[in-house]
């Protein structure tokens, strides 16, 4: 046996909600991170559970291997954990990506299954290869860079566009037919024929919330956890996210008589997934209907301006022991400047509401390297850290370099020069040592970030490149010309 198929048992011996089904179209569903992160995401899990539904449709899924230079050296092709089967054998393999590095996973994947990995060489091959469709988050703001790799990329939210691309490979009569009619609907993108102006994202109707897991599984970081959207984008507008009144529809809360009856009665575990959970009008009654029931609860995002003792109360009932909110600007002048307009005050209470209802740790994220962002702003942001570890129980910073994104109000904003985010860390490291956790990753993979955001076609290219040279930083910077 090898390592894969070790695993590959063992993990689909602990699932529960797994699905097999034949059918004509059979789709390999990668994720281009490692399976506990794959199996997180709520997404790739209702894309899953829609290919599955459709008509004349089926999934199976694959991951990024968890040691990709053991899997090279064991020359092990990537295969799916439903069958075994190799991903190449598939006649489409689809990705959905959440974030820029995991470009570099994408073309991993498709070296693995022996699948050219450039959307032109599969086209210019006399054998016929898989076609290649990706999607996911990372389409709201950039998905140019991975261009070059895609037959179809599918702009925006997927649940109406599913049925028509299932459609369409099934019933076009040759790969350009169907390229050709998919590149006049809405919502899809075909670099091949866009090139680097994509269309704009889809978004769906109301009434195809919520998303919910299929799959329930011990091996992630959310074990076991049963996930379900409470709400879909967000009201607010960040300059900086590209959630940001989300296309103009705000934030779309689910009925919570709708949301409950979704939830199996074996759940033990329920996360609330969305960008703003904490703005959803009828959390505290959705909260109070789980935690009474004996569940556990998680909520993926915590505003500290919603949170209040009755919320808090309920979250530590549901097993809550870190609670987890973002200041992001480093000072007031920066939170107001890119309209965050998080208070001092919210931060207080969120750390004082932390201690009084018995929680461990509060954990807050922090973004540097804003535009105009001075020591004075560092200093702040110190002081602030200070201040609130002195009200929580215990106090982590998560520090994060700005990256700006296409589509929002801060598109095209430079990123600061990596030695002076280094630097401002170690003003900051040196001001909080022993009274504060600090974390996050390092800027130099912000920087990394950063040319993917802003790139096209070209910085794709150069993500392969760095993968195949081995991801490094080094890698990554020779191949991008930093
Ligand atoms: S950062 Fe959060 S609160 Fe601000 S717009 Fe984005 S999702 Fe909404």
Known sequence: MTPFREIRTSRLADETGTLYKQADLAVALCYPSPYHVGMSSLGFQSIYHALHTLPGSTAERAFLPDNVAEARRLSEGLCTYE?????????????????????????????????????AERAAHA???????????????NPVPVGPFADIIVMGEAEELLPILVNSLREQPDRESML???????????PSLHGETPPPTSIAKDNSLPAYSQITTPHTELAGMFLIEAERGCSRGCAYCVMRRSAGRGMRPVAPERLLSLIPAEARRVGLVGAAVTDHPALAEILRALVDAGRAVGVSSLRADRLDHELVGLLARGGYRTMTTAADG???????????????????????LCREHG?????????????????????????????????APKLSLTVSPFVSKRN?????????????????????????????????????????????????????LAAAQAARAGGSFAAWKRALGG
């Open 408 to 460: 929002t109000p801060l598109d095209h904003q430079p990123f600061e020069e990596i030695a002076s985010l280094d630097h401002k860390l170690a003003l900051l490291r040196r001001q909080l040592r022993g009274r504060v956790h600090l974390g996050g990753d390092a800027p130099k993979w912000g920087w990394v970030e950063y040319r993917l955001a802003q790139g096209g076609f070209a910085e794709g």
């Open 359 to 391: 929680m461990a740790l509060l954990k807050l994220y922090v973004l540097i390297g804003l535009p105009g962002e001075t020591a004075a702003d560092i200093d702040e942001l110190a002081r602030l850290a200070l201040d609130l570890a002195a009200l």
């Open 83 to 119: 069958s075994g089967r190799p991903v190449g054998d598939f006649p489409v393999v689809a990705f959905s990506l959440a974030s820029e590095l995991e470009l570099a996973g994408v073309v991993t994947c498709l070296d693995l299954a022996a699948i050219p990995a450039l959307a």
């Open 127 to 141: 054998r016929t290869f898989p076609l290649v469709v990706l999607g996911g988050p990372l389409t709201f703001s």
């Open 180 to 190: 050709h009619d998919l590149a006049q609907r809405e919502g899809f993108y075909v």
């Open 330 to 352: 480093a000072s007031q002048r920066l939170r107001d400047q890119v309209d965050r307009h998080t208070r001092v005050e919210d931060l207080r209470r969120a750390a004082r």
